[in-house]
């Protein structure tokens, strides 16, 4: 038995043999030989990446939506009193009393900001409006809306826009708001993001999803007053990146080199569901955003239910220096995968503890010349295909018809990119999947590129425009798996928050993309976007070849990986029996 002489635990091992070290293993490839000994494919791992990676990514991507639906700007105009004294339908009222900013005369054209300086007298024996006949004359003088505004309500019964009437005037409330959505996530990655690696993965998720919950229960009751709105909007995305993080880089570190490609879909899945999820719900309850909030933001409280099982990461513990509590979640994932610690695992693990390196966080990124190039790499990528991504959503957000449907439909249509991600990144390797996917998408842009001037190619380039969504789809499972497996384990969730920090400023920038189609040249935004596509397959291909790779535990490892590997190289096609470690020139040579 394995006793804990400081806290008089006692873990179960079997009857077998000491851990025996395997020929060439160095202290590096300890924690792999135990980890493997423990069992990297079986039952907890399974429940763990099914439930976290899946089930509640599904909870806190509804979240992380809702606000977007929430602030919808329905169709809206003046709203002149008097129509209710009368038999005129709210077309034939709105003919009569708001202007048209289009002279085709479509009923779609009313202004939304000014109404006719039209008077109606009373008819003398009813006591109501009179329509009388009107001359041209009589409908040049207009007035800003001055008692208030209707709402279409076809689709949403009332929004955070219709109940504050966030509109005219007030339109800048909805970007500002936005904005400051990007504001939270920023200084989510900064602050909290860095606590991943510093407090541990653990803490920070349940840290992450309490401000969730919380700030966005003030936000429903706090629209009134924009301020403080404006603040619950901040807390409520400060932790938007870390809660999808954390579980992922757990998952990940306790997962064979193999699992890692099923892992990340099981995220991308769980993700593409709550997106998927959201509209209908908001389609359920007739388009009520304070009902809609809250129904799609309270189930993410159901994960502290299961706050005594989340584990934190043993690799991480390790790294940390923690052998007792690395000792503890050992015995845990031993316990569920049916098998036992080695007799001398307390003994290999204050190996490890000895050879704990000091790290200064997110500077430690940028102390080797091959890390900060893998780092700007990696980073750039990430960066690209969110903004990749953002824009071509921003440009198909004007998509007519059914706004839940449609924003239905979007998500879904990710699930097989996905899918394929995950088929190609296993089969030819992360670096060349990347760049095939940004390739494909590129191609195609060619084509949105020469057919978004003719109106009547319409439904070619929408066409056009899902085959770029689903390439980039597959892209961004590349770049952001190639993430999770580069940065090493004591700096995993730094580094990720970096990469996702640098992507979620540049992506500030997708609404301009689109606005300089709209005012200047609709071929620009895809000529843009073409050219960032190039830029995603020079950096895709740069990076080292991640598949069947042993994930970097340490600052060297991390700066020596695949300094080895050719350009022009291609992965196994299946795992080696042990997993390859990095090179180990550059520490030799120190």
């Not at 979640?329 to 036992?340: D, P, R």
């Not at 997110?362 to 824009?391: A, D, E, P």
């Not at 301009?512 to 709209?518: D, R, S, T, W």
Request: hydrophobic letters at 45%; one cysteine or more.
């Amino acid at each position: 038995m394995i006793k804990d002489n400081q806290e008089g635990t006692t873990y179960r091992h079997s009857a077998m043999e000491p851990m025996k070290m395997k020929h060439g293993t160095s202290d590096e490839d300890l924690f792999n030989d135990l980890m493997e000994h423990v069992g990297m494919e079986g039952k907890f791992q399974s429940r763990f990446n099914y439930l976290y990676n899946l089930a509640l990514m599904v909870l806190v991507a509804m979240p992380a939506l809702n606000i977007i639906m929430a602030l919808t700007s329905p169709d809206h105009w003046c709203h002149v009193p008097g129509r209710n004294e009368t038999n005129f339908t709210l077309s034939e009222w709105k003919q009569l009393t708001v202007p048209r900013t289009d002279a085709t005369g479509n009923v779609d054209t009313f202004s939304k900001c000014s109404a006719y300086n039209l008077t109606f007298p009373l008819d003398a024996n009813t006591s109501r409006p009179t329509l009388l006949e009107r001359t041209p004359s009589d409908y040049r003088d207009t007035v800003s809306c001055q008692d208030g505004w209707e709402y279409d309500q076809t689709w949403f019964a009332s929004t955070v826009t219709s109940q504050e009437d966030w509109v005219c005037e007030k339109e800048l409330h909805i970007p500002n708001t936005l904005l400051f959505c990007k504001v939270g996530e920023v200084l989510g990655e900064v602050f909290i993001g860095q606590l991943g690696d510093t407090i541990g993965r653990r803490p920070v998720l349940f840290l992450g999803v309490a401000l969730l919950v919380l700030g966005r229960c003030v936000l429903v009751f706090s629209a009134g007053i924009y301020t403080i709105f404006l603040a619950a909007v901040v807390v409520t995305s400060l932790p938007t990146g870390v809660i999808f993080q954390s579980p992922l880089i757990i998952g990940m570190e306790v997962s064979s080199a193999r699992q890692r490609a099923h892992i990340a879909l099981l995220q991308c899945v769980g993700w593409t569901l709550g997106m998927a999820v959201t509209p209908l719900v908001a389609w359920a309850v007739g388009g009520h955003w304070k009902v809609f909030m809250v129904l799609t933001t309270l189930p993410c409280a159901a994960v502290f239910f299961v706050f005594r099982c989340f584990p934190e990461s043993p690799r991480w513990l390790v790294a940390k220096g923690k052998t007792r509590k690395c000792l503890k979640v050992l015995n845990q994932i031993a316990k569920e995968n049916g098998t036992s610690l080695p007799e001398n695992t307390m003994e290999t693990l204050q190996k490890l503890e000895r050879r704990k390196e000091k790290v200064y966080g997110v500077l430690s990124l940028f102390t080797n010349r091959r890390l900060l190039r893998i780092t700007i790499l990696i980073s750039s990528c990430v960066t690209l295909v969110q903004l990749l991504n953002y824009t071509l959503v921003l440009s198909i957000a004007t998509m007519s018809g059914n706004p839940f449907l449609n924003m239905f439909l979007q998500a879904l249509v990710e699930i097989p990119g996905f899918l394929l991600g995950r088929f190609v990144c296993n089969r030819f390797g992360r670096r060349w999947s990347q760049a095939g996917a940004y390739s494909v998408a590129a191609f195609f842009q060619i084509g949105c590129l020469i057919t978004v001037t003719h109106q009547q190619l319409l439904w070619l380039l929408i066409s056009l425009v899902m085959i770029v969504k689903f390439s980039l789809t597959v892209a961004a499972y590349c770049a952001y798996l190639q993430c999770m497996e580069l940065y090493p384990t004591c700096l995993r969730q730094t580094g990720t928050s970096l990469g996702v920090l640098l992507a979620t400023l540049i992506a500030t920038f997708s609404p301009y993309i689109v606005y300089l189609g709209a005012a200047v040249d609709r071929r620009y935004p895809y000529a843009i976007l073409i050219v960032l596509c190039l830029l995603g397959i020079a950096c895709g291909t740069l990076l080292p070849e991640t598949l069947n790779q042993k994930l970097p535990d340490t600052v060297d490892e991390a700066a020596d990986f695949g300094a080895e590997q050719k350009f022009w190289s291609f992965p196994q096609r299946k795992p080696a029996t042990q997993y390859q470690s990095a090179p180990t020139k550059h520490r030799q040579a120190n």
